[in-house]
T-cell receptor, first 111, second 115 residues
Framework: EPEVTQTPSHQVTQMGQEVILRCVPISNHLYFYWYRQILGQKVEFLVSFYNNEISEKSEIFDDQFSVERPDGSNFTLKIRSTKLEDSAMYFC?????????FGSGTQLSVL | KQEVTQIPAALSVPEGENLVLNCSFTDSAIYNLQWFRQDPGKGLTSLLLIQSSQREQTSGRLNASLDKSSGRSTLYIAASQPGDSATYLCAVNRNSGGSNYKLTFGKGTLLTVNP
């Protein structure tokens, strides 16, 4: 079965540093997403992306966050100046119809 | 604001038992509902998707039902196996139409099936 690939699986950074989380969605998919899960909390929607622009974003997705599809295969989430509370598992997802495929996540630890 | 609640938070059963996981949501204006499985260190795997017009979906030993008007869904697992041990998440998609998802998740039920 096709997979959504995320790299790295773990990222440790210092508070205030920029991080870029990378995802390779399934090749024929059209919709791309980032979700996150803080330890012990629910999975939360961050942003959806379609046709090279943001479709929708949550209140969490403030000016510190940005997404990009720099080429035909990658989809990235950038956090400009990380905060302690950004520590979470970040999941990328993609779909072209109802079934949503999630990657295995990047565990971000902000120290 | 949509809220999704899952009961119980954790469940431990002996192998072979049939079990039911519960999910409730506060806003019935949903496009569809999905049940996911989450294994430690891995992503979320979609198990069943129920459209708002449907009452239930089945896949193998899994059966999910949806009562949209009362804001409830159940996931029934028949003849449970140790390999079913995982966290099961319920998620609703708001009434957006199309294939653009904005899922609201419950906190999940941690299922342990003992051999």
């Amino acid at each position: 079965e096709p997979e959504v690939t995320q790299t790295p699986s773990h990222q440790v950074t210092q508070m205030g540093q920029e991080v870029i989380l990378r995802c390779v969605p399934i090749s024929n998919h059209l919709y791309f997403y980032w979700y996150r899960q803080i330890l012990g909390q629910k999975v939360e929607f961050l942003v959806s992306f379609y046709n090279n622009e943001i479709s929708e974003k949550s209140e969490i997705f403030d000016d510190q966050f940005s997404v990009e599809r720099p080429d035909g295969s990658n989809f990235t989430l950038k956090i400009r100046s990380t905060k302690l509370e950004d520590s979470a598992m970040y999941f990328c997802a993609s779909n072209t119809n109802e079934k949503l495929f999630f990657g295995s996540g990047t565990q971000l630890s902000v120290l | 604001k949509q809220e999704v609640t899952q009961i119980p938070a954790a469940l431990s059963v002996p192998e072979g038992e049939n079990l039911v996981l519960n999910c409730s949501f506060t806003d019935s204006a949903i496009y569809n509902l999905q049940w996911f499985r989450q294994d430690p260190g891995k992503g979320l795997t979609s198990l069943l998707l129920i459209q708002s017009s449907q009452r239930e979906q089945t896949s193998g030993r899994l059966n999910a039902s949806l009562d949209k008007s009362s804001g409830r869904s159940t996931l029934y697992i028949a003849a449970s196996q140790p390999g079913d041990s995982a966290t099961y998440l319920c998620a609703v998609n708001r009434n957006s139409g199309g294939s653009n998802y904005k899922l609201t998740f419950g906190k999940g039920t941690l299922l342990t099936v003992n051999p």
